[in-house]
């Protein structure tokens, strides 16, 4: 599900305005990935040092891979990163410029600690049950 936002924006010079109209797509999916706090889960990768000694997939792309795997109803790593590479022009929205490849995927599903998905979930629970 797509919803298209209208963003305009003025230029003020020398008594001339001019207003720009852009539209933009925003998927549903970037739109609660907007309301995760990334504070909580910063601070949780510093105490679990999950990104210690990672390059090029941290923790937040394993997050944001797995809650569309979640949210695709995917079944298999295939899925989710053919699903993330057709997003492509979306990603951006997520806080990420490629799509994750398989392998990277499988591999971190076995490395990474599942403990520190468990904590931020437990945190995003509280923090989002006082708003």
Known sequence: MHLLYLIVTFEVSNQNI???????KVTLFSQII????????KKLVREHQSDKYQKGFNS????????FCQFAKSQS????S????SATDNLNHLGRETAPSKSSLSYQNVRRDRRLFRDYYFKL???????
């Open 125 to 131: 629970f509280s923090y989002l049950g006082q708003h």
């Open 82 to 85: 053919n699903g993330l590479r």
């Open 34 to 41: 907007g309301k995760l706090n990334k504070e909580i889960f």
């Open 60 to 67: 937040w792309t394993h997050l944001i891979s797995m809650l």
């Open 18 to 24: 001019k207003i720009n109209f852009s539209m933009t």
């Open 77 to 80: 790593v295939r899925d989710i």
